[in-house]
């Protein structure tokens, strides 16, 4: 298992459409795992393959607390298949906008499908963190990011920002 690196707003890999996964092998387990170990090291609560440069449709979620047994999920080539029509508020973040938080608005409950780490085909009723962490990663799968449910305004200071950060950090950016 290895930790890979995050990629980080403005890089336009975020807004890359993930493939479906084509085969459930131990390729494809194996990169779970570092998405989860990716992950957990962070530490967040949700990773899409993307979010490492893969653009395979792969995210994994662990909603465990501190301290609690890990929970890890992990969800291959996955679909809304329902929305509820109730809303709620989230205070959001994401690994590749570091330290940015903001409330999104998302229907409260999903139905999702997807195949698990065997290949199986499986179901879920989300609601709650799990609902709002499932569709802020299956967005990540489509190159959405929880910036694109804000106001233009706050978005367009967040990119400027990340911008400016990643010229600064440019390689041959001189200090001074
Ligand atoms: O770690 C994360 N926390 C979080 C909090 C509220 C709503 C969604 C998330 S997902 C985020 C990790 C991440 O960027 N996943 O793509
Ligand atoms: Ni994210």
Redesign the pocket.
Known sequence: MSIKPLIILPDPILRQVSKPVERVDSDLRKLADDMLET?YD???????AI?IGEPRRL?VIDLAKEGEEPAPHVFINPEILESSDQRSV????????PDYYAE?ERPAAVRVKYLDRDGKLQEMQAEG?MA??LQ??ID?LNGVL?IDHISKLKRDMVVRKFKKLAKDKAPGKMVG
Do not use: D, N, R
Request: hydrophobic share 40%; aromatic share 8%; net charge negative.
């Open positions: 992950m962070a530490p967040g609560i949700g990773l899409a979010q995210l989230y205070e959001e973040g994401c690994l590749s906008i999104v963190l709002t962490c802020h990663e990540h929880f």
